[in-house]
């Protein structure tokens, strides 16, 4: 019989479907994959032809093809994860084989583990908890996120011209057990990725059912304690539904005590309305509140004032909530074409308490300031699919527009006394920034050669209301950018990929930048390529370098925390990214993640063009254990070098080196744990800045480093039942 078109679907024993699950024709050498939906579409098949299913924490599955009219239902087994099973393929993603790898080897246990999942990425609490945490990679100092884009199930983190700082990604709404898959690109070559996307996104999907009902009890040092409840509502072959929910708290290392506590909860439907459409529904909501020490200065450390775990300023801290609502619908309209859309509505309230100078604005009340904000979003999300082939070529194209408004009420930066007293408003108005989006992609795949051209195009409308006006008006201002992009993989086999990725990506500037400078240089673009491969030396290693370039245009900084426009030059970064994976043994896993950037301004003269706090040497390492007698564990190591805290590296922010453990074991349906940070009590700074200051009893300012401090020696024990 002639060769056709075989179509089906892949799920495992629990009926949930398995995205990128590799599926070989062995007498052709010939292969696909399924999409988010399981399904698959796999041309050029003939009656006897044998395929072979296999998926990372999968047993492989053979099927010897007897009938070409009726779709395949393939079931795959859950087994332990097996790195000899890994096949690098024609994706322009290949690289989250290494998120995949790393959830299974240790999975996502706390909400500092969620983003430090991908390789190279670093992050810094320094305001009690609640904050979101300060990101680098790539030699950035992200801030929350001004050149990173985040999402969690398509779901956008940043927000747009935030009270506190441009693309300011909140991810403490995320349950981390939920957490079932990371994706991750670093660079700016993703058609679908839009602002933000300079040094790369994170996108985290969160599970489609639980594989069981589970309760999760935790209690650690400084009064920390954490209650976890999962529990499946439905869950047969066509619907499934679960609720998740959380309630933590914890007082911290600090004298000060941070009486943080945050409370989340999570529900996720998802159904088969028909053979070839689906739903998904998903709400959360999450409120947090802490007090916080904040940054110190090292001087009151040395001269004996405070302790490292003291304070200036006790009286910081915040408040926080967010409420989403997400409605996903995919419909399979052909064998080869998909639509996939979505909505969603988010409801969040803002509201943080800082004093980064002390006294050096107010000698008598001190400079502590409040920003604040309440906004909505809303967006919607839509793309079409469509897979092609003919005699010598094969791949895909797609279409998509997005569009996205924010709209926020009294976005305010005032001037307080104790958090209580509003001694001065400083920035107060109403803002609605829209986003519009579109792009078009196709994968060319010829022999082993897979070309990847890409054009998106973004419009936005920024409008101000400033209500520190005398007389009411809007401020508005509008700019399109074009992002085309262009990458090329070479698959010389399944275990060796070459890639050269290019394109141009941009993030937004805060609303207040842009009708400030009247538009002017508002939509700054940012330019780059790698140049790399990944490779399967052996069976059980896993192998990935690149070297990379980045290049941002002028652009001007919205200051948050003071409520002025700063100007920022043309940079240029490069560097060298290489990432690890070995599984010596069947229960013993080695990954390892170093990373060099050369970071620099280019209009500035040469010894003043340190980018500061840009970090230029990372390296992450560790040992997992999970062995079949029930024991599991981890020991891992993240190391951040010396990095300048300003222009000229005159005030230099100390590197560190950390080492965390994770032991437990697996009893029947039970499952018992502890964790510890900092296993060796280190002494290190979480986060610093170079920061002009001024003490109550001094009479001049002082600019040097101000730090939070890194948690000290943390035990941690839990206990889960599973059901």
Do not use: C
Request: glycine share 8%; proline share 3%; hydrophobic share 35%.
């Amino acid at each position: 019989m002639s060769a056709q078109t075989i179509t089906g679907i892949v799920t495992d024993q629990y009926q949930k479907p398995l995205q990128e699950v590799n599926i070989l024709n062995k007498k052709t050498d010939n292969h696909t994959h399924s999409d988010a939906q399981g399904n698959f579409v796999f041309e050029k098949i003939s009656i006897g032809d044998t395929l072979l299913f296999s998926h990372v924490g999968f047993q492989d599955k053979l099927l010897v093809v007897s009938d070409l009219k009726t779709p395949l239902n393939i079931v795959l087994i859950i087994k332990s994860i097996s790195l000899d099973e890994i096949v690098i393929k024609p994706q322009i993603n290949t690289l989250q084989l290494i998120t995949d790898i790393d959830i299974q080897t240790n999975p996502v246990n706390s909400s500092q583990d969620i983003l430090r999942k991908v390789p190279g990425l670093f992050i810094g609490q320094h305001a009690g908890g609640g904050k979101a945490e300060q990101i680098f990679l790539r030699g950035f100092d992200i801030d929350h996120g001004t050149d990173i884009s985040i999402s969690v199930d398509g779901l956008p983190v940043n927000m747009v011209s935030h009270a506190h700082g441009q693309g300011y990604s909140d991810l403490h709404f995320v349950i981390p057990e939920t957490i079932e898959k990371v994706d991750f690109g670093k660079g700016v070559y993703y058609e679908d990725k839009g602002n933000f996307t300079t040094a790369g996104y994170v996108d985290f999907n969160t599970k489609q059912k639980l594989d069981y009902n589970s309760i999760k009890l935790e209690v650690g040092q400084f009064d920390t304690y954490r209650a976890l409840g999962m529990f499946n509502l439905i869950n047969d072959e066509k619907n499934s539904a679960y609720i998740a929910t959380e309630f933590q708290s914890s007082d911290g290392a600090f004298e000060s005590p941070q009486n943080f506590n945050r409370i989340n909860i999570f529900g996720k439907y998802t159904g088969l309305i028909s053979e070839t459409d689906k739903i998904s529904i998903t709400a959360s909501h999450f409120t947090s509140k802490w007090d916080a020490s904040g940054q110190i200065p090292q001087r009151a450390v040395d001269s004996g004032l405070i302790s490292r775990f003291g304070s200036i300023d006790d009286t910081e801290g915040g408040t926080t909530s967010r409420s989403n609502l997400k409605i996903d619908y995919d419909k399979w309209i052909s064998k080869n074409g998909s639509l996939k859309s979505s909505v969603y509505l988010s409801q969040y309230d803002f509201e943080l308490f800082s004093n980064f100078t002390f006294f050096l604005e107010d000698p008598i009340n001190g400079d502590q300031i409040k920003q604040k904000e309440n906004r909505i979003i809303y967006g919607l999300n839509t793309e079409y699919n469509e897979a092609f082939s003919t005699k010598n070529i094969n791949g895909n194209w797609k279409l998509g527009v997005s569009l996205r408004n924010d709209q926020t009420d009294d976005t305010e930066l005032s001037h307080t006394l104790n958090r209580t007293e509003v001694l001065e408003q400083i920035k107060l108005g109403d803002i609605n920034e829209t986003n519009l989006g579109a792009y078009i992609a196709t994968e060319i795949n010829i022999n082993k050669w897979t070309f990847n051209p890409s054009l998106r195009v973004d419009y936005f409308d920024f409008q101000y209301n400033d209500a520190l006006l005398p007389t009411y008006k809007t401020q508005e201002e509008t700019k399109a950018i074009v992002s085309p992009k262009f990458n090329i993989l070479y698959n010389q086999s399944q275990k060796l990929q070459l890639y050269l990725k290019t394109g141009k990506g941009f993030h937004s500037n805060d609303t207040r930048v842009v009708v400030a400078e009247e538009g002017k240089e508002i939509l700054p673009a940012a330019y780059g390529f790698d140049a790399g491969f990944i490779w399967k030396p052996t069976p059980k290693m896993l192998f990935n370098l690149a070297y990379w370039y980045l290049y941002l245009e002028q652009e001007f900084v919205y200051v948050g925390d003071a409520g002025v426009v700063e100007p920022s030059g043309k940079t240029q970064r490069q560097g060298i990214d290489l990432s690890y994976r070995y599984q010596p043994l069947p229960w013993l896993f080695w990954s390892f993640d170093a990373n060099y950037t050369y970071a620099r301004s280019i209009d500035e003269p040469k010894e003043m063009d340190y980018i500061p706090l840009a970090p230029d040497f990372t390296l992450v390492s560790g040992l997992n254990i999970i062995h079949k007698s029930g024991i599991y564990g981890s020991i891992n190591m993240r190391y951040l070098d010396n990095r300048p805290a300003n222009e000229d590296n005159s005030i230099v922010a100390e590197g560190y080196t950390v080492f965390d453990l994770n032991a437990g074991y697996k009893w029947k349906k039970f499952n018992f744990g502890i964790q510890i940070q900092n296993l060796f009590d280190t002494q290190w700074n979480e986060t610093q800045f170079a920061t002009e200051s001024q003490l109550q009893y001094e009479t001049e300012s002082v600019e040097e480093i101000t730090f939070t401090p890194g948690t000290p020696f943390f035990l941690k024990t839990s206990i889960q039942f599973n059901f």
